[in-house]
Each structure stands twice: as C-alpha cells, then as structure tokens.
C-alpha cells in the first residue's frame, strides 16, 4: 500500500495523559497536512509542513499540541495533557506539490481517533 | 479568513434522483475549489475541483460541479446517484494566492441514496 498511513488507528486516553500520532505520507510527498475532524464537522486545518520546515500553524493549535517532520519523511502530532475536548479524529495529508497547484491533489489517510476519558 | 457552508446536511434520495449539494464560500480574493467525499470506512478523496478556467468541472463517476463566481457558490451535481454514492460530501477552499495552504472545509452533507 501505497497512500498515507497513519498510527495508531485508534487511541483511548485518560484526561491529562500525553498521545503521540505518527503520518506516514506517500513517499514522494514533501508536503504533509494535519487536521482535526470533530463529530459533524468538516476536517480543520491544523498545521502544515513542506519537507521539514513547518510553514503554516493554524490557532487551533494551542501550545499543548506540537507537530513535528524531523527528516521530512514521517511526521509526529504530540498532544499534551490531553483534554476530553481533544477527542477527535485526527487526519494527515500529503502532496507532492501546493495544493494551488491544478495538477496536484492532496492524498489523506485513515486517520486516528482519539478519546480522551 | 475564508469560510465554507454546507446548507444540506443530510440528503436522502431514491436511485435515479439527480442530485444538487450547496456549497458557498466566503473570501475576498480568488480562490481554488473542491468537493471531496468520504465513503464509509474510506479515506477522504478528491472527487473534483476547480481552478479557473470554465466553471463547469467534471469529477469522477459522473459528478460535476458550477462555479458561480458572482454568487460564491459551487454546487456539486450529478443527474441521477446510485446507491454507491451513499457517502459524505465535503466542500473545500483555498486562497489561490500568498502561498497559503490552508483548505477550509464545510461541515459536510451526508448523502443516504435509497435503492
């Protein structure tokens, strides 16, 4: 396969415990997304990385969460003491190009949830 | 900031119906526009989109989508659905300039096609 992973499918968490989700895009791709997809709601933009810099970082993303691409191949979203408001499911992307690029699209993965008790 | 609204959020439709899904955003500038759809226990995937050009675009398994520039929308259509396209759908937006890559998605509209 392919497409982008992600792991853990899955996460059940106790309030103020610390998770860590890792995204594997499609290898080529050098720009990774993630997002956050709360229920009945469409994904939000979290944050962005093009190869290993971070460019993009959306308010959503409070200083209890912190995202990282450290050789701008797989990427880490750590959250930190977690809240139950953080139980979501949480979505990566990759491309190979700006997403305002007409040939170019990006690809998401299965995403993890996470639950936070 | 751009913003993205999704009037339908639960459509039910007999097979053969056609199809109409809402979409209107909201930005200054020129925007790229996409409809992706989510269907179950898949991943999200592009079904179209739009960057400039006509405004007519058409996606995959016969969907198509009408940008209207003056009235911020871009309904997504197709003529008659099948029970396959039981699916999520989601109405996205980019800023088409800046080199900002933050999509703004709608709240989505499940679609429940009835055989």
């Known amino acids: 396969d392919t497409g982008v992973s992600q792991n853990p499918r899955h996460k059940i968490t106790k309030r103020g415990q610390n998770v860590t989700f890792r995204c594997d895009p499609i290898?080529?791709?050098?720009?990774l997304y993630w997002y956050r997809q709360t229920l009945g709601q469409g994904p939000e933009f979290l944050t962005y990385?093009?190869?290993?810099?971070?460019?993009?970082k959306s308010r959503l993303l409070s200083d209890r969460f912190s995202a990282e691409r450290p050789k701008g191949s797989f990427s880490t979203l750590e959250i930190q003491r977690t809240e139950q408001g953080d139980s979501a499911m949480y979505l990566c992307?990759?491309?190979?190009?700006?997403?305002?690029?007409?040939?170019?699209?990006?690809?998401f993965g299965p995403g993890t949830r996470l639950t936070v008790l | 900031a751009q913003s993205v609204s999704q009037h339908n959020h639960h459509v039910i439709l007999s097979e053969a119906a056609s199809l109409e899904l809402g979409c209107n955003y909201s930005?200054?500038?020129?925007?790229?526009l996409f409809w992706y759809v989510q269907y179950p226990g898949q991943h999200l995937q592009l079904l179209l989109k739009?960057?400039?050009?006509?405004?007519l675009v058409k996606g995959i398994k016969g969907f198509e989508a009408e940008f209207i520039k003056s009235k911020f929308s871009f309904n997504l259509r197709k003529p008659s659905v099948q029970w396959s396209d039981t699916a999520e759908y989601f109405c996205?937006?980019?800023?088409?300039?800046?080199?900002?890559?933050?999509?703004?998605f709608g709240t989505g509209t499940k679609l429940q096609v009835i055989p």
């Open positions: 992307a990759s491309s190979l190009n700006e997403l305002t690029t007409p040939s170019d699209t990006q690809y």
């Open positions: 739009y960057f400039s050009g006509d405004p």
């Open positions: 290898s080529e791709h050098n720009r």
């Open positions: 996205a937006v980019i800023p088409n300039s800046g080199g900002y890559q933050k999509v703004t």
């Open positions: 930005y200054g500038g020129t925007v790229n």
């Open positions: 990385f093009q190869n290993e810099a971070q460019l993009e």
